[in-house]
């Protein structure tokens, strides 16, 4: 069968070869792509950046939203934000459009950083790319919306409830309600790309899913610690309500990789 017949298919080069999708480049060729590459991720960074700095007040309308649900859920709680700095509305607003820039730039950047890679990844390992992608991209979008429409409020909630059983006042800043909702945003969605982790380590054989099995409670006890970690409370109502969609994920993956084991061995039978 010619190439032009199959163009999908493709057996990996000789050795020595040159592969085709690699273009002869020498080192200070390489270091100039490689320029360029961060060049472009800073560049779309910065694009996002800017435009949440040119629609602040917008944008921070949508990220009171937890704070405003808790508020109509309370009618008695009646806590404004309060800056009780000069500069502290200065690190805000930085704080809010750099973080916030990394979820719409995030699927650019790896875009621009797996093509830098490509002609260097094993057709296998290319294969992987553009759905690894997605599903990453998927699982974070999954993570941060559990995070913001969820355990924010709950760790809202959890600070009003237990600042009342001690008596003592509240008074909160615009920097803590952000520090609170970036970390639990970001870190609940960072957190979800795990299974996504043990799925990529099978499909390219260096992780099985009878080492995950055998070693199930001991992936348990690790959920809970990244949980802990993410998690500013550490009450168990909060770390429960992100450890269980974490686990099913880890369930999940664990099945995922049984089929990949399984489509392997059915491919490596029919070869011999």
């Known amino acids: 069968m010619s190439p032009s ?3 999908s298919h493709y057996d990996e080069p000789a050795e020595g070869a040159l592969n085709p999708r690699e273009k002869p480049m020498g080192f200070f060729d390489h270091l100039e792509e490689l320029r360029w590459t961060l060049v472009k991720c800073v560049a779309v960074y910065a694009l ?7 629609y602040l007040k917008e944008f921070n309308h949508l990220l009171m939203w937890p704070l405003d649900y808790v508020r109509a859920n309370r009618p008695g709680f009646e806590v404004p934000l309060e800056s009780i700095g000069v500069s502290e509305i200065f690190g805000m607003i ?22 830098f890679v490509a002609p260097a990844l094993a057709p296998k390992e290319l294969r992987m790319i553009v759905p690894g992608g997605l599903v990453a991209l998927m699982l974070f979008l999954m993570g941060a919306a559990l ?11 959890m600070s009003i409830e237990l600042n009342e059983l001690m008596g003592f006042g509240i008074q909160w800043t615009p920097a803590s309600y952000y520090s609170i909702l970036l970390w639990l945003v970001l870190g609940v969605g960072l957190g979800f790309e795990f299974p996504l ?3 990529l380590l099978v499909y390219l054989g260096m992780l099985s899913t009878a080492f995950l099995k055998k070693y199930r409670r001991h992936a348990i006890v690790l959920i ?4 802990a970690v993410v998690t500013p409370t550490t ?5 429960g309500m992100f450890a269980a969609p974490l686990y099913v994920l880890f369930e999940l993956a664990v ?18």
């Open 5 to 7: 017949e199959d163009s």
């Open 48 to 54: 996002f950046a800017a435009v949440i700095g040119f």
């Open 94 to 115: 930085f704080q809010v459009c750099a973080m916030g820039a990394l979820a719409p730039a995030a699927p650019f950047m790896i875009y621009f950083v797996a093509k």
């Open 147 to 157: 995070g913001f429409f969820v355990l924010v409020p709950q760790t809202i909630n």
């Open 197 to 199: 982790l043990i799925v």
């Open 224 to 227: 809970f610690v990244i949980a």
């Open 235 to 239: 009450d168990p109502v909060t770390m």
């Open 255 to 272: 099945l995922a990789g049984s089929a990949i084991e399984r489509a392997r061995a059915k491919t490596q039978a029919n070869a011999g």
